[in-house]
């Protein structure tokens, strides 16, 4: 079973930068396309970023220049540099791999980690 386990959360104020981690177990990351989701309180998950297993990345147009996504599959971990975060950023964020192998779609998520911006 893949488990993906999220960590660097927290309150950070306006302007500042945090980043989140993602541990991904299992032997098939580098294959995985991930990515990193965000819902906020009374609304959907939404993709935030998301990069390939050829590190082809794209972004939501409200986070583009401010957030970055990078994988280090020699660690089987993703992660997301945020900056100039501004309070519409505060939700929680989920870490997803997902993969078609084998004829096969696979899809996992993390548990998530509250990130708060506020003053």
């Known amino acids: 079973q893949v488990q993906l386990v999220e960590s660097g959360g927290g309150l950070v104020q306006p302007g500042g930068s945090l980043r989140l981690s993602c541990a991904v177990s299992?032997?098939?990351?580098?294959?995985?396309?991930l990515g990193w989701y965000r819902q906020a309180p009374g609304k959907q998950r939404d993709l935030v970023a998301s990069?390939?297993?050829?590190?082809?990345?794209n972004y939501a147009a409200s986070v583009k220049g401010r957030f970055t996504i990078s994988r280090d599959n020699a660690k089987n971990s993703v992660y997301l540099q945020m900056s100039g975060l501004k309070p519409e950023d505060t939700a929680v964020y989920f870490c997803n791999a997902n993969v078609w192998f084998l004829g096969r779609y696979d899809n996992y998520w993390g548990q998530g980690t509250q990130v708060t911006v506020s003053s």
């Open positions: 990069i390939t297993s050829g590190d082809n990345t």
């Open positions: 299992g032997s098939r990351f580098s294959r995985y396309v």
